[in-house]
């Protein structure tokens, strides 16, 4: 489905989330596409293919690997049809904030789009791109904050997704320069994570406050 975009993202460079938990994560490096922290679903957008190879700059791992991603369209076709995506269950947590480690191949797209979904994957908004300046074969470190973006805090149907979309000026951009956009392009994902801030539920308040009125007695 067509995707909607909406300016509540000031820059996609920038986050963080305050005494954030880890709610899921994907390091790669057991070359499978499974969660290696907490729970969720990696998947492929399109006809993008996928394989593994090293990873990115943010996995201390000794033996680090990321999730390469080729078979991307053709020049001039598709823009936002093509990509990975990632669904995640943030339930009783609230300031969302995604963040991954992006790799781009010489003949690879340079401009990404990054969009999220509170139904499921039926519907799609941008909340905002990005160019790889920095030329082919270069890793780029991604960083959204969700907090603002409504419909996203607790909610099990959470999911974003990063589409390669057109430039400016119409048309796949090449990341080299000197390089033609080729549908070979890989772009490479690693070290994805998910975090927000935890939501007690009312009974673990209530505990809370009676463990603070019990101590506060022993003081006395």
């Given amino acids: 489905m067509m995707s909607k975009t909406v300016s509540v993202l000031a820059a996609i460079v920038v986050a963080g989330v305050a005494q954030a938990d880890v709610i899921t994560q994907w390091n790669f490096n057991t070359e499978s596409t499974m969660a290696s922290i907490g729970a969720g679903t990696a998947s492929l957008v399109g006809g993008v293919t996928s394989s593994f190879a090293a990873g990115g700059p943010s996995d201390p791992a000794t033996t680090d690997r990321g999730w390469n991603t080729t078979t991307y369209a053709a020049q001039s076709t598709g823009s936002g049809t093509r990509g990975v ?3 995640v269950d943030v339930s009783n947590y609230t300031n969302i904030n995604i963040s991954f480690d992006h790799r781009f191949s010489n003949t690879s797209n340079r401009f990404a789009d990054v969009q999220v979904t509170i139904d499921g994957g039926i519907t799609w908004t941008s909340i905002g791109g990005y160019e790889n300046t920095l030329g082919g074969d270069q890793w780029l470190v991604r960083s959204a904050d969700l907090s603002a973006v409504s419909g996203v805090s607790n909610n099990s149907l959470f999911g974003f997704r990063v589409m390669s979309v057109f430039g400016p000026a119409g048309g796949y951009v090449a990341s080299n320069t000197g390089s033609n956009y080729a549908t070979s392009g890989t772009w490479r994902f690693d070290y994805v994570t998910v975090e ?4 007690p539920t009312p009974g673990a308040i209530g505990l ?6 019990v101590a506060g007695r022993r003081r006395r």
């Fill in 85 to 87: 995506a990632f669904f």
């Fill in 196 to 199: 927000g801030t935890f939501i």
């Fill in 208 to 213: 809370l406050a009676v463990a603070g009125l």
